[in-house]
């Protein structure tokens, strides 16, 4: 169904209805309570802190579970953050964590950076515009370099520190 049609459908329905409807999904789907939650009580630093620990808890050993460094659940974890439309400092901050924390993994499991190096890089130079274009290199240039000279041991980051002047210049890639 269009977006077109279920606002038609919905401005049909009276009062009790459309309750009942947010009802459903509040229970049916955790993606919407969680939306709902943060929409009526918007707590950015608990959702940022939400979306850190996914991240940690992909890249970091926690008792005795080794790390797996699954990126398509930190891609998941971002994404979700990044719907919650939070400030621009949290969403550069996670996004850089992404980088620094799978670059130090890298460092230690070449295997497995191998295997997720080029979706990181991805994410990492679409940060780099992000920053770029909200005029914020300054403030997180130190924390981009640090970053670069990580991925660079790792041994599988195909950015060049060229390459990262020139997106942080342009703002484009």
Known sequence: ????????????????????????????KKEAKDYFEYFLNPNEDKAEEKCKTVLQKEFTKTGIRPPK?????CKKAL????????????????????????????????????????TVEKKFRETLIYIADQHA???????????QTIAERAGYWEIEREDIDTILAEGLF
């Open 1 to 28: 169904m269009s977006r077109a049609k279920f606002e038609k459908l919905a401005n049909e329905m009276d009062k009790e209805d459309l309750v009942e409807i947010i009802m459903a999904l509040y229970d049916a």
């Open 69 to 73: 460094g699954r990126i398509s659940k």
């Open 79 to 118: 994404d979700d953050f990044e719907a919650l439309h939070p400030s621009m400092e949290k969403v550069i901050d996670c996004r850089l964590l992404l980088a620094e924390l799978s670059a130090k993994f890298g460092l230690k499991n070449w295997r497995t950076w191998e295997k997720c190096h080029k």
């Open 137 to 147: 290199v300054e403030r997180y240039r130190n924390r981009i370099d640090s970053i």
